[in-house]
């Protein structure tokens, strides 16, 4: 029930627009795994667009899928903790 | 035949006022004859954001069947300078640290999937193995930010690309275009009220988004901004539609409605190579 995916064979090194993001996170969430390890390995650079679509994703995802992120990169560690941050900011929500 | 009379000054909103005026001559021309020549004889100087502009409607022209030809520049810095742009009609191989101008397209009817993020492929490859490594991940976040906006706003049918390291001068110049409907054109879309064309970029700097309810949308273009102009200390420029705006380090920002209108949006950015690495996210949250 657990699957992996290597979001460079879709992305390359970077993850830019979220259109491509959006498309590629509605089939994951059509996935029948109930947990999903995605792998950033390889990925240099996700854009503020994306790392918001993508926390988007996770949230409505919350208490469905187990969702893990594995090998990011500081500089995505970074964009997804400045998204999340500013989520907080913005509503109550627990990223 | 256009004449192409650019003022001899690095100022880039003369330019870009300039280059408007000429695309729209273009245009005129366009009405008469099949066959357009562009004549850059006496031209003296010339920005890059403005060979951008140029080199955009050329190939618009050519795309809808108009022969195009030019007359190259007598001044042999500025015909070398173009050339190295990849000047008329972009797609020239990257050297180091140029990377030409470069034209993206998408059909009216085609989903605009994967096809930024391949063309920004070779873009984002020559920036991460030649420009300095403490300025990478700033430049990509504003690339994909402009680019994303066009992606999701704009219904471009043709984007243009253009990012240029002066290593000697020591400077970075970043320029985007795309012919799609404009940030006024998007506002009067979706229904979002704006006095005129500079006080829609103005809304659209504070984060005013056509996505409505969605709260951390909109915030590409200010953030981008700040960016450029506090964590660079660079200038900033927009021109979409009618309205002109421009932020430059240590000069108070503006903006000017111009008589003849841009069919799209073009995003310029200059800043200089900082001494020491870059922290963007201080900028950008």
Same mark, same amino acid.
């Given at each position: ?6 979001? /460079?064979? #879709? ?21 029948? #795994? ?9 990925? /240099?650079?996700?854009?503020? /667009? ?11 995802? /919350? ?10 990169? #500081? ?21 | ?13 003369? @330019? ?11 245009? +005129?021309?366009?009405?008469?004859? +099949? ?32 022969? !195009? ?59 991460? @193995? ?5 300025? !990478?991940?700033? !430049?990509?976040?504003?690339?994909? &930010? ?17 990012? @240029? ?11 985007? =275009? ?13 229904? !979002?009220?704006?006095? +005129?064309?500079?006080?829609? =970029? ?11 309810? &969605? ?26 539609? +009618?309205? =002109?705006?421009?932020? &430059? ?27 020491? &690495? ?8």
């Amino acid at each position: 029930m657990r699957k992996t995916v290597y979001l /460079s064979n #879709n992305f390359g090194n970077q993850i830019i627009t979220r259109n491509s993001i959006r498309l590629f996170l509605d089939l994951l969430s059509n996935a029948s #795994n109930k947990e999903l390890i995605l792998d950033f390995k390889d990925i /240099s650079f996700i854009s503020r /667009s994306c790392a918001d679509e993508y926390i988007k994703w996770k949230l409505s995802l /919350s208490g469905k899928k187990n969702i893990i992120e594995i090998n990011m990169s #500081n500089e995505v560690r970074m964009m997804f903790k400045l998204v999340s941050l500013q989520y907080k900011k913005n509503s109550s929500l627990t990223i | 035949m256009v004449k192409v009379d650019l003022p001899s000054s690095d100022n880039p909103k003369k @330019q870009i006022e300039g280059c408007v005026e000429i695309i729209e001559e273009l245009n +005129n021309e366009c009405s008469k004859n +099949n066959e357009i020549v562009l004549d850059l004889s006496e031209l003296k100087w010339i920005l890059s954001c403005s060979a951008l502009l140029l080199s955009s409607k050329m190939v618009e022209l050519k795309n809808k069947g108009y022969k !195009i030809s030019i007359i190259h520049p007598k001044d042999i810095n500025v015909a070398s300078y173009l050339d190295k742009l990849g000047f008329p009609l972009g797609g020239g191989k990257s050297k180091s640290t140029f990377m030409p101008i470069h034209h993206f397209f998408r059909k009216e009817v085609e989903n605009s999937k994967g096809i930024i993020e391949s063309e920004m492929e070779e873009v984002f490859k020559v920036i991460q @193995q030649n420009f300095p490594k403490g300025l !990478i991940n700033g !430049i990509f976040y504003l690339l994909a &930010e402009m680019v994303d906006n066009i992606d999701q706003h704009s219904k471009f049918t043709q984007g243009s690309v253009m990012v @240029q390291f002066y290593n000697k001068k020591g400077h970075i110049d970043i320029g985007i =275009l795309d012919n799609g409907i404009t940030i006024p054109g998007a506002y009067e879309k979706n229904k !979002i009220e704006f006095e +005129n064309d500079c006080d829609a =970029l103005y809304k659209a700097l504070e984060g005013i988004s056509t996505k409505v309810g &969605e709260t951390l949308r909109g915030k590409g273009l200010g953030t981008s901004k700040k960016l450029v102009n506090e964590g660079l200390k660079g200038d900033f420029y927009i021109l979409s539609r +009618n309205g =002109l705006f421009w932020a &430059e380090h240590g000069v108070k920002s503006g903006s000017k409605l111009l008589k003849t209108p841009l069919n799209g949006t073009l995003v310029c950015m200059r800043f200089e190579v900082p001494q020491k &690495e870059l922290n963007i996210y201080p900028y950008i949250e």
